[in-house]
Nanobody, 126 residues
Framework: QVQVVESGGGLVQAGGSLRLSCTAS????????MAWFRQAPGKEREGVAQ????????DYVDSVKGRFTISRDNAKQTFYLQMNSLKPEDTAMYYC???????????????????WGQGTQVTVSS
């Protein structure tokens, strides 16, 4: 049974930092791309960052480049999103996702491509 569980959200002032964590079990963690998505009220879910199975390749949506860093620890079956210089427009529900496809690397895909966590709220006050 696949379980994907994220943590680390909260309320922070603009300019502050948060670190999200996500642990995925019941799958071959070290062979899959892992990703973070977010959804703000009234907006579609968007891909924020993803990291390849080895951790050697990363990809970010333009709006977070230079501020967010995705990383992973395959031994702990955990990956992270370090968010710095947060802005009010970063406010959203953040979801971690594990790619269903082994050894795959591509642009952010549709929802059916992933196992999903339950989401963690990030709120950035101005």
């Amino acid at each position: 049974q696949v379980q994907v569980v994220e943590s680390g959200g909260g309320l922070v002032q603009a300019g502050g930092s948060l670190r999200l964590s996500c642990t995925a079990s019941g799958l071959t963690f070290g062979r899959r791309t892992m990703a973070w998505f977010r959804q703000a009220p009234g907006k579609e879910r968007e891909g924020v960052a993803q990291v390849s199975a080895s951790g050697g390749t990363t990809d970010y949506v333009d709006s977070v480049k230079g501020r967010f860093t995705i990383s992973r620890d395959n031994a702990k079956q955990t990956f992270y999103l370090q968010m710095n210089s947060l802005k009010p427009e970063d406010t959203a529900m953040y979801y971690c996702a594990a790619d269903r496809r082994i050894g795959w690397w591509a642009d952010f895909g549709p929802s059916d491509n992933y196992f999903w966590g339950q989401g963690t709220q990030v709120t950035v006050s101005s």
